[in-house]
Nanobody
Framework: QVQLVESGGGSVHPGGSLRLSCVVS????????MGWFRHDPKVAPQGIAV???????TVARSVKGRFTVSRDNAKNTLYLQMNSLKPEDTAMYYC????????????????WGQGTRVTVSS
């Protein structure tokens, strides 16, 4: 059974930083993509960053230069380093994985974590 467990969310002031982690277990696929997505009731769900098993990445324009996605294949762990956080980054952040690589097309991901909440406010 595939499981994804996120951690690292919290509350920070604007300009602050957080590092999210997502541990994946139960995966027996060949190389796969992992990504971060965020949902907030006030805006449309958004794909944030995706990284393939070879290290190729794609990052949403809204966070480029502030967020960095990385992964440790030996630990089956995905990371999202978030710097210079803004109030509009407030959302539930979810990690997702898939044996294919849908990149930022979140509807095509088959495996999701439960999410971790990020709140940016002064």
């Amino acid at each position: 059974q595939v499981q994804l467990v996120e951690s690292g969310g919290g509350s920070v002031h604007p300009g602050g930083s957080l590092r999210l982690s997502c541990v994946v277990s139960g995966v027996s696929w060949p190389p796969y993509c992992m990504g971060w997505f965020r949902h907030d009731p006030k805006v449309a769900p958004q794909g944030i960053a995706v990284i393939a098993s070879d290290g190729s990445t794609t990052v949403a324009r809204s966070v480029k230069g502030r967020f960095t996605v990385s992964r440790d294949n030996a630990k089956n762990t995905l990371y999202l380093q978030m710097n210079s956080l803004k109030p509009e980054d407030t959302a539930m952040y979810y990690c997702a994985a898939d044996p294919l690589c849908p990149w930022l097309s979140q509807a095509e991901y088959n495996y999701w974590g439960q999410g971790t909440r990020v709140t940016v406010s002064s």
